[in-house]
């Protein structure tokens, strides 16, 4: 899986080679980290989204701090870091879930495909279409398991006869690794199935609509081991047609489904690089602490 | 064991962690040690005919391969229970590697050995021992400074290590051909001279070793894998 991205580009290299500011080793409170600086490469030749000087406030509290970074096209990157770094926050911004949050404030330039999410103009819901989400905890509707799969297709009015709906449906769980399972009961209740499938089914309801990017927000944390396996084995297909942006806290899980790994620190975005560089010799004295364990 | 304060293993938030790490390092350092003194043994017996501490180190180096065993199996341990990345990954892997390089060092020693104990019996003049003991002082010194650099994490001296390894190999040329003249001079000098060019042999591999030993160190500290790479490469990763 961790093959080399052909995406990331050459002018990621002319990035500068280490941290700004000489760091104390293992001391990460007394790290000094300059404000919108990352080191590694945080750009991508052919970027899906395109993200500069993005900054994310909650009424006087800045969770993201002057972030830049490209997410090239049909890649897995993950974005790992200690609780409280703004992972999830920043995760978050690439389909505005953080509109919701009333102090929630994000500046900077955010551009999907070249176009600006943030527009007055977007509409919002056709943005979550194209940028599907799969949360931590397996979140199915109280419905059937079809109606899990057709409920953005209808109301997306992507399939007008009974039939597109059910190929839509099968196709999707077919994707997700579910028809095999879910086939002789699509209609019976979706919270009845165990918790690997339901996550499984989520992922079925993110791609029914066909999105472009699946943003996943700790997707395996509440997965037995054989459950995470099938989801990362489904990660590793899917990155064929789709870019994934992934959070995670396990680290082996970054390491083994993504090309690329962004390390974020207190609000910064530290280093980017490919992830078979990240766990094997990262660039800075941060990410380096915090993949072997000695802070977290 | 060092103090965990001044070893870079030493800092995890796991100290059960800190302690797997570094009991790996000591072992191996003390495994080190083991090997440097068969080499040194072996020479010794050959120089001074002691047949008797030939024979001791033939035996010793049973414990040499148990040695090996417990390490490899140590770092196993940690690979599986820890998943180590980065430099904990690294200082693992290299290890595991490095052990392979000892215990071959080892068994160099034992052929030493053996070959001391059939020219003992041999019992005639020895011819080439002053090239022996240079050479083996030679190797001796680049085995021990490269468990030195892997104790210390110096990549300066591995790479120091690294050039040494030149010169051992023109060294052996030389003696090469200065038993080439023995042999022409007398023919009855032959199976002896053979038996002395495969002690040199021999020690020109504990050399490569030491070397082998040294690129590991370098690909400890710095990340990079210099093997196979010309000198000048090493010396760019290790100026970075």
């Known amino acids: ?296 | 064991m060092p103090d965990k304060k001044d070893d870079v293993y030493g800092d995890h938030i796991s100290h059960k962690f800190n302690d797997e790490l570094m009991a790996l390092k000591s072992e191996f350092l003390e495994m080190g040690g083991m090997v440097e003194s068969q080499v040194d043994r072996a020479i010794t017996a050959l120089v001074e005919n002691d047949g008797y501490l030939a024979d001791e180190v033939r035996a010793t180096d049973k414990k040499v391969d148990q040695k090996e065993i417990e390490i490899d199996e140590e770092a196993t341990l940690i690979l599986a229970r820890r998943q180590p990345t980065a430099r904990d990954l690294r200082l693992v892997v290299s290890v595991i590697k490095m052990v392979s390089d000892l215990e071959r060092v080892g068994d160099e020693a034992k052929k030493i050995a053996k070959f001391a104990i059939k020219l003992s019996e041999e019992g005639q003049a020895p011819r080439g021992y002053v090239e022996v003991r240079h050479i083996g002082n030679h190797v001796l010194s680049m085995l021990h400074d490269s468990l030195d650099a892997f104790a210390r994490l110096d990549s300066e001296q591995a790479l120091r290590i690294m050039k040494e390894d030149k010169r051992v190999d023109e060294e052996y040329q030389a003696a090469t051909r200065t038993l080439l003249t023995f042999m022409m001079e007398d023919t009855r000098n032959i199976s002896r001279c053979m038996s002395v060019m495969w002690i040199l042999r021999a020690l020109e591999r504990v050399g490569d070793h030491a070397c082998n030993i040294a690129e590991n160190v370098i690909f400890m500290v710095k990340g990079e894998d210099v093997r196979h790479t010309p000198v000048e490469e090493a010396e760019k990763v290790v100026g970075r």
Request: proline share 5%; hydrophobic share 35%; net charge negative.
């Open chain 1, 1 to 296: 899986m961790n093959t080399m991205n052909p995406s990331i580009s050459a002018e990621a290299d002319m990035q500068d080679q280490g941290p700004a500011i000489p760091v104390r080793e293992n001391n990460p409170e007394d790290t000094v980290i300059e404000e919108g600086k990352t080191v590694g490469k945080p750009f991508a030749a052919d970027p899906k989204f395109k993200l500069r000087n993005v900054s994310v406030s909650y009424g006087k509290d800045r969770a993201i701090k002057d972030i830049s970074l490209d997410i090239g096209r049909n890649e897995v990157i993950s974005f790992i870091g200690p609780s409280g770094c703004g992972k999830s926050t920043f995760l978050r911004c690439l389909n505005r879930m953080n509109d919701s949050i009333d102090i929630c404030r994000v500046t900077g330039e955010l551009l999907l495909d070249d176009e600006d999410i943030y527009h007055s103009k977007r509409d919002v819901v056709e943005l979550r279409a194209r940028v599907g989400m799969v949360f931590q905890k397996p979140n199915p509707f109280p419905k059937s398991i079809y109606d899990n799969v057709a409920y953005g297709p209808r109301i997306h009015g992507l399939a007008n006869r009974k039939s597109d709906l059910d190929d839509i449906v099968e196709n999707s769980l077919r994707k997700a690794g579910l028809w095999d399972e879910a086939k002789d009961r699509l209609d019976s209740i979706a919270t009845g199935m165990s918790g690997g499938q339901q996550q499984r089914l989520c992922i079925a309801r993110a791609i029914a609509v066909s999105p472009e990017v699946i943003l996943m927000d700790e997707p395996c944390s509440a997965l037995d081991p054989i459950a995470t396996a099938r989801v990362e084995e489904l990660i590793a297909e899917m990155s064929e047609s789709y870019t994934i942006v992934i959070v995670t806290h396990s680290m082996q899980q970054a390491a083994r489904v993504s090309h690329r790994t962004a390390y974020f620190h207190l609000g910064h975005l530290v280093e980017v690089n490919e992830t078979n560089k990240v766990f094997t010799s990262p660039e800075h004295q941060l990410t380096e602490s915090y993949i072997t364990g000695r802070f977290g």
